[in-house]
């Protein structure tokens, strides 16, 4: 009996231990069970609607569920719970900025397809050249560049080849020790050795160069787009309407151009030795400016083999530039757009994106085959192929981030319909007559301290609407709360788990937890002062009634009784 009893134990001690994600599944409704009780109790769909989004936010955190399963929770406990509809819930998870997110992808992968990525790269490292400084530079410059059209995680992971290529080449050349020593960090036997702290600058600044360059674009990353949802949503009167172009205009000098040269200079002095040339690291780097010419020459060589551009890389750029343009000229705010010639239904930004998709599906890698029209036999066998095959796309696109931003927005509409909101925004009062700067660092950096610690697209759907009607509450303009704290959820490089590319590069090239957060300490710093300065200077040229609680504002808040 005692035998038996001592194999149950053991077994339910494997249980918890093989299994714990089940587990936490069952104890986190669980624990959130009195506020649900609350609810159904006194007929309040507030705290129904609480409910759900306090379960859901512990089931993102601890990844008890995947995160995309878990975003799809709305779609079983608002109709049950009498939050939302079916129907209009559904309709959350399929909009317009999920749609552009997906066209986004879907061109991106077709850059990756022909390969176009790394003839960007290596053309313009060696416009830059070949000291190890100039490199990085090179580097962080396409990296900012890809990450303004495609998304962060998908911009590191092209990158990162490109930069393993580069540290292969100066390791085989002895340019500088591109790893660090046993006696310097101690491995275990079979372990790769890890990167030197030169090497982890190259690495590092690939995913945060890919991170501030996703700040310029809507489609640079997925908070831009859950903010543009979830405001326009939430403010279907307001006169300010996020396009692509207004938000480029907002982001690219300061929070791109200006961030990203406050990070380089931030590497270069504390990862490169620059203005310290008598440390270990400026020794190693002015060693490694003597073999500058054969970097130059290895560079030329890989560039040299990819041959002269062919028809399928040409007609991917074309097409590549023809959505940048598209996107921008829709409403540029300043011309008439080409969506205003249009005398229709509302014409999205979707629209001019799937033309591009259309295009990439229909057009062939090259058009040899117009000679077998009029030609005679022997034809070939062979079928040319498109621009972009369907089944590269099927296997490389992140599908469940489609999910995680509609879960996103129908959280955000059912803490509307249940009133929710108009809750937060009460507690929020508290607030009031505390200077808007002040305001404005306190939601920065809560929203950068959550967002160290979770995917910043779920920080996102969760922080967002709680600003929005922490604006109201306050009276103060939406965008002055919710724009930077979009972005500054995005600057996060302490850790790993943080954003996709920090965990790429972390994964990719061995780097450990405690070297990565050291690079991030200034970076962050950059990221908060940058935001705040962009929000109370170039920010407001471009929206200028950000600077006043304006009156589509005002008719939200006394329609809701906030």
């Not at 890989?302 to 000229?329: K, W, Y």
């Not at 057009?363 to 369907?390: E, M, V």
Request: some cysteine; glycine content about 6%.
């Amino acid at each position: 009996m005692a035998d038996q009893e001592a194999q149950r134990k053991f077994v339910l001690g494997r249980c918890c231990k093989f299994h714990w994600r089940g587990i936490i599944t069952i104890i986190i409704p669980t624990l959130t069970m009195p506020i649900l009780l609350h609810g159904l109790l006194s007929n309040m769909a507030e705290y129904k609607c609480l409910w759900l989004i306090v379960t859901m936010a512990l089931m993102w955190i601890t990844e008890a569920l995947p995160i995309y399963v878990t975003a799809l929770l709305p779609l079983i406990f608002c109709p049950i719970l009498g939050l939302v509809n079916a129907d209009k819930l559904c309709q959350q998870y399929f909009t317009e900025t999920i749609v552009v997110f997906i066209g986004g992808l879907i061109v991106a992968l077709g850059i990756e397809y022909c390969n176009l990525h790394t003839r960007i790269a290596l053309r313009v490292i060696r416009i830059i050249g070949g000291s190890p400084r100039r490199l990085f530079v090179g580097i962080m410059i396409v990296s900012s560049f890809m990450g303004l059209w495609i998304s962060n995680s998908a911009g590191t992971a092209m990158m990162c080849p490109i930069v393993k290529a580069l540290i292969t080449e100066l390791n085989a050349n002895n340019i500088f020790p591109v790893y660090m020593t046993q006696e310097e960090e101690p491995v275990e036997e079979g372990e790769p050795p890890h990167p030197s702290k030169i090497t982890i600058a190259f690495y590092a600044g690939i995913a945060y160069a890919n991170t501030i360059g996703g700040l310029g674009t809507l489609i640079g990353t997925g908070t831009n787009l859950v903010f543009k949802g979830i405001y326009s949503d939430r403010f279907p009167t307001s006169t300010v309407e996020i396009t692509f172009a207004n938000f480029m205009f907002y982001s690219i000098p300061v929070m791109v151009i200006l961030n990203i040269t406050l990070v380089i200079i931030c590497f270069l002095i504390t990862h490169m030795g620059l203005f310290r040339p008598k440390s270990r690291t400026g020794l190693i780097i002015s060693e490694a400016n003597k073999n500058r010419k054969l970097m130059e020459d290895v560079l030329r060589q890989r560039h040299i083999d990819l041959g002269p551009m062919n028809c399928h890389e040409i007609q991917m750029a074309i097409a590549f530039g023809s959505m940048i343009v598209l996107l921008i000229t829709r409403k540029p705010g300043f011309f008439p757009g080409w969506s205003d010639l249009i005398d229709r239904k509302v014409v999205g930004s979707s629209a001019g994106i799937f033309m591009i998709v259309l295009l990439i599906f229909a057009l062939p890698t090259q058009y040899t085959f117009f000679k077998y029209c009029c030609g005679k036999a022997p034809f070939t066998a062979q079928a040319i192929d498109a621009l972009l095959s369907w089944e590269y796309v099927l296997r490389n696109i992140p599908w469940g981030l489609a999910f995680l931003l509609g879960g996103g927005f129908a959280l955000a509409e059912a803490s509307r319909q249940s009133g929710l909101n108009i809750m937060i925004a009460k507690a929020m009062q508290v607030l009031n007559g505390l200077p808007s700067m002040v305001l404005q660092l306190i939601t920065l950096v809560m929203s950068n301290f959550f967002s160290s610690f979770n995917a910043n697209v779920v920080v996102a759907n969760i922080v967002l609407p709680v600003l929005c009607e922490m604006a109201l509450a306050l009276e103060m303009h939406p965008l002055i709360l919710t724009l930077p704290a979009c972005l500054a959820i995005s600057m996060v490089y302490f850790l790993p788990v943080s954003t996709p590319p920090n965990a790429i590069v972390t994964q990719y090239a061995h780097i450990k937890t405690k070297y990565f957060a050291c690079c991030g300490i200034l970076p962050t710093f950059i990221g908060l002062f940058v935001s705040m300065l962009n929000t109370n200077t170039w920010g407001m040229l471009i929206f200028p009634e950000a600077s006043s609680f304006p009156d589509w504002a005002k008719e939200i808040k006394n329609r809701t009784k906030i």
